[in-house]
């Protein structure tokens, strides 16, 4: 009877443990999905500041995180060959959200409360930035985004872009239009989220520079064939058509554009101002494809005195030792994300309200690949759209238009 007493009493207490133990499990585990407010401690002397990045390096958007990932390590690695940020060096904590908002807002709430960075940078894609936003606000820590659909909240107002946004860009295109006198244009947009997004500002654009849309028609990206819509573009006769789309869809519309007859330019997206896609465009009448993008796209007709001219041989130099290939606009994104946050730690170190602070106060220029920002409180991009280049296809490569 005794033992059997005895028995009991350590089955309790086993009992007991299990529970305490499931309990703290479960703690952890809710830990993980909040946010700390903890702010990460001030590094000593010589030890690593951490930076934080989420990228789509696998997914639709893999091809993107994968690109401003090498740039990104191209820049950590002038800086710490250079001495690091006020001597210390950086650390570039990288994970993959796969293209998935939740994996996003997961990695951003892992950074902030088990690495302890001092800021992020990334997501690359706009639902990503968007659930990133909401953990790194919660936390206030800082986040500059490398997503041209992301719109920085300024309710949460922990969140940048270095990425011309989608509004600047079509304002540019309007821009051109305005400058050669073209007054008639054709539309063909996907029928998605940033599709929805484009034909709004569009409209906004066209009223504000007197130009008129003679046409406005949409596909499914899916759809094998767009002529019937293209045919209808051409009965209206327009100067040239946007279209908001990048990739095969892109190389799509103006293959057939030229099948049908529809000889006039095609304004693709600011995405589409790569070496990546002149290879699957392939070879293309100059002039028919014009598109906005930074001056790098193409790097060798700037003149010397231009102010981007050496920040751009020097990272274009190191890139291509480091990847054996010529950085493009996508690459910029990386580089860009970095550098301001670079500029912001050595002028103000590692305090995030300061920091804040100085994205906020408009505190100085900072020359990048993809133009020169300024941040204000409300510009959270830093840049304008006449930062943005008009280039076309000549010879297989971007060259200026203007």
């Known amino acids: 009877m005794k033992k059997f007493k005895l028995s009991c009493i350590f089955i309790m207490i086993f009992m007991l443990a299990a529970v305490g133990c499931s309990n703290q499990s479960a703690n952890n585990q809710a830990a993980t999905n909040q946010v700390s407010n903890d702010k990460p401690a001030e590094p000593k002397a010589n030890e690593s500041y951490k930076i934080g990045t989420i990228l789509s390096l696998t997914g639709p958007a893999g091809w993107l995180g994968q690109s401003t990932q090498r740039a990104v390590e191209t820049l950590k690695k002038q800086i710490n060959e250079s001495g690091g940020v006020n ?3 950086l650390e570039i904590i990288i994970y993959d959200d796969q293209s998935k908002p939740e994996e996003a807002s997961r990695w951003a709430k892992r950074l902030i409360n088990e690495d302890k960075v001092i800021m992020i940078i990334g997501p690359n894609g706009t639902p990503t930035s968007n659930a990133a936003e909401q953990a790194a606000g919660a936390a206030g820590i800082p986040m500059i985004s490398m997503s041209g659909g992301y ?3 300024p309710k949460v107002g922990w969140g940048w872009s270095i990425v011309h946004s989608t509004d600047q860009v079509i304002e540019r295109q309007f821009q051109y239009f305005a400058q050669k006198g073209m007054k008639n244009i054709g539309v063909i947009n996907p029928n998605d989220a940033l599709g929805q997004i ?3 500002a569009i409209t906004q654009y066209a009223g504000k520079y007197n130009v008129h849309i003679v046409k406005r028609e949409s596909f499914n990206m899916n759809d094998i064939n767009v002529k019937p819509q293209l045919t209808s573009i051409m009965s209206a006769k327009p100067e040239a058509v946007i279209s908001f789309v990048t990739g095969e869809p892109a190389v799509k519309v103006r293959k057939e554009m030229s099948e049908i007859g529809l000889n006039v330019p095609m304004l693709p997206p600011h995405s589409s101002a790569t070496q990546a896609f002149l290879d699957l465009i392939g070879k293309v009448d100059n002039d028919k494809v014009l598109a906005a993008g930074g001056i790098i796209t193409a790097f060798e007709q700037i003149p010397g005195d231009h102010p981007q001219k050496q920040v751009l041989e020097k990272f274009i130099s190191q890139f291509q030792k480091d990847h054996n290939y010529v ?8 580089y ?50 006449e930062t943005l280049r008009i280039v076309e296809i000549r010879d297989n490569k971007w060259s200026l238009l203007e």
């Open 198 to 200: 484009a034909d709004k």
């Open 327 to 334: 950085p493009g606009y996508i690459e910029g994104f990386g």
């Open 87 to 89: 001597g210390h060096p």
């Open 336 to 385: 860009d994300a970095l550098n301001v946050a670079y500029h912001a730690l050595t002028k103000v170190g590692t305090d995030p309200q300061k920091i804040k602070d100085y994205m906020e106060n408009g505190g100085e220029s900072i020359i990048g690949v993809n133009g020169t920002f300024k941040f204000t409180k409300d510009n959270r991009i830093g840049l304008s759209p």
């Open 151 to 153: 719109v920085p909240n």
